[in-house]
T-cell receptor, first 114, second 119 residues
Framework: GENVEQHPSTLSVQEGDSAVIKCTYS??????FPWYKQELGKGPQLIID?????GEKKDQRIAVTLNKTAKHFSLHITETQPEDSAVYFC?????????????FGQGTTLQVKP | DTGVSQNPRHKITKRGQNVTFRCDPI?????LYWYRQTLGQGPEFLTY????????KSRLLSDRFSAERPKGSFSTLEIQRTEQGDSAMYLC?????????????????FGPGTRLTVT
């Protein structure tokens, strides 16, 4: 079945630096790739997503890139701020799945040091 | 739009007891999902409803688990004869109907979850 691998598991950066989180997926039929931010005690919050017909998408300090050939996608956060500290999850959804269910990566704990 | 709500937020129960969780999706979202998240892991898909029909169940959903979505609005997830291994965060998500352009068809919005602890 579909599998999503996420790296690194933890990431520590200084405030103002950039952070990059990478994910790979196994099923080439995947066509939708969202990223979620989860703060302690809360549910995952959708922060950005990309579809397979797009190579890059930006939203202010956040960007996502997709390489369909290599089957990997990445989250880029620029000018990090302490409030960016959280657990980030990537996910993939398969085209043939009528349900749109998401397969999640294992998560990356991002710590932004002031 | 008040977001997805879940109740209760926390549940502590003794092994062998039954528990039921409720999810209220975003209004007019006809697609509803249940996921389970254990500590340090990403959410894992459990089951999916389109309106009132349960269209997919994960192999993770043993026969002790049952989910319903009467009238296609709120949903309940019941766990019978709870085991310590059922301790987890149970998350509900909803998304809007498919539209011809595909916009909005994929985004899933999660509730705050119900944290279950089985002692």
């Amino acid at each position: 079945g579909e599998n999503v691998e996420q790296h690194p598991s933890t990431l520590s950066v200084q405030e103002g630096d950039s952070a990059v989180i990478k994910c790979t997926y196994s099923d080439s039929a995947s066509n939708y790739f969202p990223w979620y931010k989860q703060e302690l005690g809360k549910g995952p919050q959708l922060i950005i997503d990309i579809r397979s017909n797009v190579g890059e998408k930006k939203d202010q300090r956040i960007a996502v890139t997709l390489n369909k050939t290599a089957k990997h996608f990445s989250l880029h956060i620029t000018e990090t701020q302490p409030e960016d500290s959280a657990v980030y999850f990537c996910a993939a959804s398969m085209r043939w799945s009528n349900t749109g269910k998401l397969i999640f990566g294992q998560g990356t704990t991002l710590q932004v040091k002031p | 739009d008040t977001g997805v709500s879940q109740n209760p937020r926390h549940k502590i129960t003794k092994r062998g007891q039954n528990v039921t969780f409720r999810c209220d999706p975003i209004s007019e979202h006809n697609r509803l999902y249940w996921y389970r998240q254990t500590l340090g892991q990403g959410p894992e898909f459990l089951t999916y409803f389109q309106n009132e029909a349960q269209l997919e169940k994960s192999r993770l959903l043993s026969d002790r688990f049952s989910a319903e979505r009467p009238k296609g609005s709120f949903s309940t997830l019941e766990i019978q004869r709870t085991e310590q291994g059922d301790s987890a965060m149970y998350l509900c998500a909803s998304s809007s109907p498919l539209v011809p352009s595909g916009r909005g068809a994929y985004e899933q919005y999660f509730g705050p979850g119900t944290r279950l602890t089985v002692t």
